[in-house]
């Protein structure tokens, strides 16, 4: 059974930071892309950013571009985002996702596999 549990989510002021982890299990977790979506009320989930099997490559989408870093570490089966200088637009649930890929997608359809998500709430 793949699970993937997300956590270090909370309430931080705007400016502040967050760092997001994502545990996976019951999968070859080196084989899988993974990735970072969100989802605000009322809106569509939304790509955040996401990292390729080793690490060497990575995408983010346009709104978190140079505040977001997505990193992973395969010996320990986990996916990191680190947020610095958060918006109260970054409020949402988080969602960690893995895709049995090389290339590294955007779509939240390609994705094989998702956490339950953690919530991020930054106040202005």
């Known amino acids: 059974q793949v699970l993937l549990v997300e956590s270090g989510g909370g309430l931080v002021q705007a400016g502040g930071s967050l760092r997001l982890s994502c545990a996976a299990s019951?999968?070859?977790?080196?084989?899988?892309?993974m990735g970072w979506f969100r989802q605000a009320p009322g809106k569509e989930r939304e790509f955040v950013a996401a990292?390729?099997?080793?690490?060497?490559?990575?995408a983010y989408a346009d709104s978190v571009k140079g505040r977001f870093t997505i990193s992973r570490d395969n010996a320990k089966n986990t996916v990191y985002l680190q947020m610095y200088s958060l918006k109260p637009e970054d409020t949402a649930v988080y969602y960690c996702?893995?895709?049995?890929?090389?290339?590294?997608?955007?779509?939240?359809?390609?994705?094989?596999?998702w956490g339950q998500g953690t919530q991020v709430t930054v106040s202005s």
């Open positions: 019951g999968l070859t977790f080196s084989f899988y892309a």
């Open positions: 990292i390729n099997w080793s690490g060497g490559s990575t």
């Open positions: 996702a893995a895709n049995r890929a090389v290339r590294i997608e955007v779509v939240s359809t390609a994705y094989n596999y």
